[in-house]
């Protein structure tokens, strides 16, 4: 389904905000069936996520506000596993297993 222009959507959530959440919800079913069943499971289970921060929400920009945040915390913990992973292939410098050996020595050595 092709989206509407940001006006017209606009002028839907002013005057007619069940038509724009249909809208969202044929979105979100065209999406999900896009996707692999490994990918609409965790898809599901995010969607459930922002439906119930939707459902938290005083109005519209509360609802922005938690969405904004769950996007944020969910970077901060990828970000923070990257970080840990990236440490974790760091070689040890102090590995005793380790020989230097001169690049003018190398020929002797075999």
């Given at each position: 389904m092709e989206l509407p222009?940001?006006?017209?959507?606009?002028?839907?959530?002013a005057t007619e905000p069940a038509q724009l959440e249909t809208i969202l919800q044929q979105q979100i079913d065209e999406l999900m069936a896009r996707a692999g069943p490994e990918q609409q499971r965790?898809?599901?289970g995010l969607q459930f996520q922002i439906d119930g921060q939707r459902r938290l929400a005083k109005n519209n920009l509360d609802s922005c506000i938690r969405i904004a945040n769950m996007m944020k915390d969910s970077f901060y913990l990828m970000q923070t596993e990257m970080m840990q992973f990236k440490e974790e292939e760091?070689?040890?410098?102090n590995d005793?297993?380790?020989k230097i050996v001169r690049?003018?020595?190398y020929?002797?050595?075999?």
């Open positions: 222009d940001f006006d017209t959507l606009k002028e839907l959530a965790r898809l599901l760091l070689p040890d410098e005793s297993s380790s690049l003018a020595d020929q002797y050595l075999k």
